[in-house]
C-alpha cells in the first residue's frame, strides 16, 4: 500500500494522467484527513476551486490542494513528536498509563479526525496548517470558553458522531468537534444543556 509521500509525488508527476493525479490525492486523505475524509475534501475543493466530481481538473489546483495537506500534516507530525518525546520522559519517570487529558491524541493518532466535522459540508475557512496550529496551541494553554479554532462560544453536544468519540461539543460557527480539553467545565455544561441541531446563542 502506498504511503502518504508516495501519493504525493504521483500527484506532483506531470507525466500522470489528471484522473490518476486527482485519485492520488484523493488517497492521501485515506492517510491525513483532519476533518474526516469527506469533509477534508469537500474543504480541499471549496479552497482551491477543484469540483468534486471532475476527474480532470486543473493540475496547478491538484498541487496547491496538496500544498495545503502537506502543509497541515508537518503541523501535525510535529506536534507528535513532541508527544512521543513527553510520554517517554514519563515513562522514564515511572508514570506508565497515560493521563485522561492524552485520550484526545490518542483518538486522533496520525491525524485522521483531528478536527472532525460531522458534516461535511460545515467546515473551517482557515487553512488546515492554521486551524491545527490553533488547536494544538489551545492544547498547551489553560481551558477555555469556546472554540480554538473560530473562537466561537456557540457549542452543541452532538451524540450519534459518525467517529470516536462518538459525541461531544460540536461548534456551530466552524462545525469541528472541539476537543474537549481545551474547554473550561462550564463550557462543556453549556454544550450539554444545547440539545442536538440548536443553534446556541452563548454571550
Same mark, same amino acid.
Given at each position: 500500500?502506498?504511503?502518504?509521500?508516495?501519493?504525493? @509525488?504521483?500527484?506532483? $508527476?506531470?507525466?500522470?494522467?489528471?484522473?490518476?493525479?486527482?485519485?492520488?490525492?484523493?488517497?492521501?486523505?485515506?492517510?491525513?484527513?483532519?476533518? =474526516?475524509?469527506?469533509?477534508?475534501?469537500?474543504?480541499?475543493?471549496? @479552497?482551491?476551486?477543484?469540483?468534486?466530481?471532475?476527474?480532470?481538473?486543473?493540475?496547478?489546483?491538484?498541487?496547491?490542494?496538496?500544498?495545503?495537506?502537506?502543509?497541515?500534516?508537518?503541523?501535525?507530525?510535529?506536534?507528535?513528536?513532541?508527544?512521543?518525546?513527553?510520554?517517554?520522559?514519563?515513562?522514564?519517570?515511572?508514570?506508565?498509563?497515560?493521563?485522561?487529558f492524552d485520550d484526545w491524541h490518542r483518538r486522533t493518532w496520525g491525524g485522521f479526525g483531528v478536527a472532525w466535522c460531522d458534516d461535511p459540508s460545515v467546515h473551517p475557512e482557515r487553512p488546515l496548517a492554521e486551524v491545527?496550529?490553533?488547536?494544538?496551541?489551545?492544547?498547551?494553554?489553560?481551558?477555555?470558553?469556546?472554540?480554538?479554532?473560530? =473562537?466561537?462560544?456557540?457549542?452543541?453536544?452532538?451524540? $450519534?458522531?459518525?467517529? $470516536?468519540?462518538?459525541?461531544?461539543? !460540536?461548534?456551530?460557527?466552524?462545525?469541528?468537534?472541539?476537543?474537549?480539553?481545551?474547554?473550561?467545565?462550564?463550557?462543556?455544561?453549556?454544550?450539554?444543556? !444545547?440539545?442536538? =441541531?440548536?443553534?446556541?446563542?452563548?454571550?
Amino acid at each position: 500500500m502506498a504511503g502518504f509521500r508516495s501519493l504525493a @509525488r504521483q500527484v506532483r $508527476d506531470p507525466g500522470n494522467d489528471l484522473a490518476l493525479r486527482r485519485y492520488s490525492l484523493r488517497k492521501c486523505l485515506e492517510r491525513f484527513a483532519p476533518y =474526516g475524509h469527506r469533509a477534508t475534501w469537500d474543504h480541499l475543493c471549496v @479552497r482551491h476551486g477543484i469540483g468534486p466530481e471532475d476527474r480532470a481538473p486543473d493540475p496547478a489546483r491538484l498541487v496547491a490542494a496538496l500544498d495545503e495537506l502537506e502543509a497541515a500534516r508537518a503541523v501535525w507530525l510535529g506536534y507528535e513528536a513532541e508527544f512521543a518525546a513527553r510520554r517517554k520522559r514519563e515513562k522514564h519517570a515511572g508514570l506508565r498509563i497515560p493521563g485522561s487529558f492524552d485520550d484526545w491524541h490518542r483518538r486522533t493518532w496520525g491525524g485522521f479526525g483531528v478536527a472532525w466535522c460531522d458534516d461535511p459540508s460545515v467546515h473551517p475557512e482557515r487553512p488546515l496548517a492554521e486551524v491545527l496550529g490553533r488547536i494544538i496551541a489551545a492544547l498547551r494553554t489553560v481551558p477555555g470558553a469556546g472554540c480554538p479554532v473560530c =473562537g466561537g462560544r456557540a457549542l452543541v453536544w452532538q451524540r $450519534d458522531l459518525a467517529h $470516536d468519540p462518538w459525541c461531544g461539543p !460540536v461548534c456551530t460557527g466552524c462545525g469541528i468537534l472541539v476537543p474537549q480539553p481545551v474547554l473550561t467545565a462550564e463550557a462543556l455544561v453549556r454544550a450539554k444543556s !444545547v440539545r442536538r =441541531g440548536a443553534l446556541a446563542s452563548v454571550a
